[in-house]
């Protein structure tokens, strides 16, 4: 039994959840020193040589990452529930390291097709290793930890986002010298990764038994269904996946938003994402205190509202078309409206992270044990489906003419139209909104 006084980062002392913790940040850290490095590296200097624009550049990167998602969910998700989790963690991570030593040398002579492949197979590895991700903390954690140490988890990963970031916008401009830092920094973290995976504790197989069913397609209809047996987990995963279509959309299109809107240089575009991915981890940690440790839905309005305010205000905080170009933050930060700009895109990540850390708690609690990584990989698959989807509409949207803060509107009231639709259907969302904020009374 929890103790009155217990809080979510008393986990980072238990074997139970430190190393996972630590294995998951620093493969984070890695995949953004790679990813958020190459988006930036092609949307400023590569759009020369691969003859596309920024955004179009941006999307394709984007695409190429979730793309596995997509594929390889459904044998991914089968692998986790059938195999020792904590040993799928090793050899994930060992891939990991190989994947490094080739992104490190793609670096350092600037090849984008290889790094352009590269991130493909990144996203296999990712591919991989979410559905454990998601799929070790109920096995590990009581129910009203759940909260808390998905929190941890997601606050975690966006801390590794924003050094991540940091790092791979700063070796991307840099010399040779420090790129050779920047590949120390790749085959060294992905190292130390592997080192921290092998401390996971062994897990219970959730079902040793399961017969690998290598036709991706048919098990991806079966996993599916296996997502659509709760009514309420499977709207959950239609939820969480508006939000990384949402997300998605957002985020690809900073490097060019500061580069076409802002009149900004890659400095900029690394402080908006940090902006959103502080957001991001910052309300993930609130969404314990917030929920008094319970799996608390009636969070998931309150952020979707957020969501939609702060993206249309993003849309009327827009610059003078006329300003000159800035190189560096403090020249941005005294530019009418750029505290605005930031801290919208800052509350945007919080909003965010109050919206998801719930769904996903309540995902992993109703869903049987034995089904849970399958289920999760069901989420994985219809999340890239949206987030490739997103990618479709931005390349559409934006060629036909749109601006980027005219299609981050759209996205706005898109967002209101989804959450109406998800709230009918599942009216808890709404009824556990109303009692936590004080309007109603159970």
């Not at 759009?47 to 999307?59: C, E, K, P, T, W």
């Not at 941890?152 to 040779?176: N, P």
């Amino acid at each position: 039994m929890a103790v009155p006084d217990h809080n979510q980062f008393l986990l980072l002392r238990q074997r139970r959840f430190a190393p996972f913790f630590i294995t998951q940040f620093l493969g984070a850290l890695n995949d953004n020193i790679f990813r958020n490095g190459l988006v930036i590296l092609i949307t400023f200097q590569g759009v020369r040589i691969l003859g596309m624009d920024a955004g179009q550049l941006a999307n394709v990167a984007g695409a190429l990452f979730i793309l596995p998602f997509f594929l390889f969910s459904a044998i991914a998700g089968q692998l986790a529930d059938k195999y020792e989790k904590s040993r799928l963690i090793c050899n994930i991570k060992l891939l990991e390291i190989c994947l490094m030593i080739l992104a490190a040398f793609a670096f350092s002579t600037q090849s984008y097709i290889e790094l352009l492949a590269l991130l493909f197979l990144m996203g296999c590895q990712s591919t991989l290793f979410s559905p454990i991700k998601y799929s070790y903390l109920p096995q590990q954690l009581s129910t009203d930890e759940l909260i808390g140490g998905n929190g941890l988890i997601e606050s975690g990963t966006y801390m590794a986002i924003i050094f991540g970031l940091i790092i791979g916008g700063i070796a991307v401009t840099a010399d040779y010298e420090n790129q050779i830092v920047l590949s120390s920094c790749l085959i060294g973290t992905a190292i130390f990764g592997y080192l921290a995976s092998r401390q996971i504790p062994l897990i219970k197989l959730a079902e040793p038994n399961l017969k690998i069913n290598w036709n991706i397609w048919t098990e991806t209809w079966k996993i599916i269904g296996f997502a659509r047996q709760e009514r309420s987990v499977f709207l959950s995963i239609i939820a969480i996946s508006w939000f990384w279509f949402f997300g998605s959309a957002m985020t690809i299109q900073l490097p060019a938003y500061t580069l076409d809107i802002l009149k900004g240089n890659e400095t900029i575009t690394t402080t908006l994402l940090v902006a959103f991915a502080i957001g991001v981890g910052f309300g993930s940690l609130l969404c314990e205190r917030m929920s008094g440790r319970r799996i608390e839905l009636g969070l998931v309005p309150l952020g979707s509202i957020g969501l939609s305010i702060f993206a249309i205000d993003l849309f009327f905080t827009q610059p003078d078309p006329h300003a000159v170009v800035v190189n560096s933050v403090s020249e941005f930060l005294v530019r009418p409206g750029s505290w605005r700009i930031l801290i919208d895109i800052s509350l945007l990540g919080a909003f965010g992270g109050i919206y998801s850390v719930p769904l996903y708690a309540l995902v992993q609690h109703r869903t049987t044990r034995q089904h849970l990584s399958r289920v999760i990989a069901a989420n994985n698959i219809i999340s890239a489906l949206f987030m490739v989807s997103s990618t479709i509409l931005a390349f559409s949207l934006l060629a036909a003419g749109l601006s980027i803060p005219q299609f981050y509107l759209i996205l706005a009231l898109l967002n209101i139209l989804v959450a109406i639709y998800i709230f009918t259907l599942l009216p808890e969302f709404i009824m556990r909104f109303l009692t936590w904020s004080g309007i109603t009374r159970t």
